[in-house]
């Protein structure tokens, strides 16, 4: 079935999707270019400031009109890329197989997940816990999607030089935490957007804005302990990306308390925080302690790569749906 895919062209435009510091590039591009024979980037992101809403829409359109592509994969929700573009999709393209990713069912499977999976042809879903509530609702079109891209994450040989390090979004509960490790004299190391600078107390612990994929990598290996702070801007815990990334490159993690993770990475794979002291008690045994960091960090790796391989899971999502003998469903 792989050969089969290198015969057919799909259409890359998830949100951010040419930006190289972007998770959707990394973590996308390259294995689906091992995989197809073209590739067609359209980031809505991106065109929609280049051209402005509506000639975006109109290009991506044009593109599907005279392309044909055999798949889409895109993120709808946008007020572009929304029911009314994938409907234009069919009748533009009536062969062309619309797959949609869901990132962030904790927040949004009952309010949009559960809706727009009724238009799309076939849904990955990221937190694949969620898959109960598909199945529940009728949808048998959604596939787990959990993988990481080995290609880029990997255990470099080099030497570690910042004791704890975070790369991310500023969020208020995150800037707390950073400063009090900070006021504690805990050598933390934060790159992120420039709001970091508004917000922290100590400043000294900012090193820089975004940094590409090999960037990251390169510090979560120079990281002695690379830190997960995995609730979202609700104060939520999100199950994302980067404790596998981490686990990836072989560093030693401390993730906020999430039991959800263990569906994933096992308690002896990965340590957790209850709260402030908690991590602050964990920190300073760690940096003590280097043969046990790294024997938990060896076991999320192995755990990894056999489990979560991000091209793998990608052939086997095209495999599967390439094996259905494929029919629309006709919407009301």
């Known amino acids: 079935m792989a050969n089969n895919l290198k015969n057919k062209t799909i259409v890359f435009s998830l949100w951010n999707c040419e930006n190289k510091t972007g998770w959707t590039n990394y973590q996308f591009y390259e294995p689906l270019k091992k995989l197809f024979g073209e590739v067609i ?14 000639l975006m829409k109109k290009r991506f359109l044009e ?37 949609g990713l869901f990132t962030d069912d904790d927040s949004d499977f009952d309010i949009f997940t559960r809706y727009y999976a009724l238009f799309l042809d076939y849904c990955m879903a990221s937190q694949p816990r969620y898959l109960s509530k598909y199945k529940k609702d009728g ?13 880029l994450f990997n255990n470099i040989k080099i030497e570690k030089k910042y004791d704890v390090s975070f790369v991310g979004q500023y969020y208020p509960p995150r800037a707390e935490i950073i400063d009090f490790l900070a006021k504690n004299r805990i050598k933390v190391s934060v790159w992120g957007n420039s709001k970091w600078l508004d917000y922290l107390e100590h400043k000294e612990v900012y090193i820089s804005g975004p940094i590409n994929v090999n960037e990251y990598v390169k510090v979560m290996n120079q990281s002695k302990i690379t830190l997960g702070l995995v609730k979202n801007q609700y104060g939520s815990i999100h199950v994302s990306h980067r404790p596998f990334e981490a686990a990836a490159c072989k560093s030693f993690q401390i993730l906020d308390y999430a039991p959800e993770y263990w569906d994933y990475l096992k308690k002896d794979e990965v340590v957790m925080f209850k709260d402030k002291n908690d991590l602050l008690k964990k920190i300073r045994y760690y940096l003590k302690n280097e043969k046990e960091r790294d024997k938990i960090a060896e076991k999320a790796r192995k755990r990894v790569l056999n489990s979560y391989d991000i091209n793998k899971e990608l052939l086997n999502f095209f495999n599967n749906i390439e094996k259905i003998n494929f029919i629309r469903k006709k919407l009301p």
């Not at 809505?44 to 402005?52: E, K």
């Not at 999607?145 to 290609?151: K, S």
Request: proline share 8%.
């Open 139 to 151: 949808l048998k079109n959604a596939f787990p999607m959990m993988g990481t891209n080995l290609g």
């Open 41 to 54: 980037s359209f980031d809505p992101r991106t065109r929609r400031f280049q051209y402005g809403p509506d």
């Open 63 to 99: 593109i599907i009109r005279t392309k044909k592509p055999d798949y889409v994969f895109m993120q709808v929700g946008s007020d572009e890329f929304n029911l009314d573009i994938i409907e234009e999709i069919n009748k533009s393209s009536p062969k062309t197989l619309t797959i």
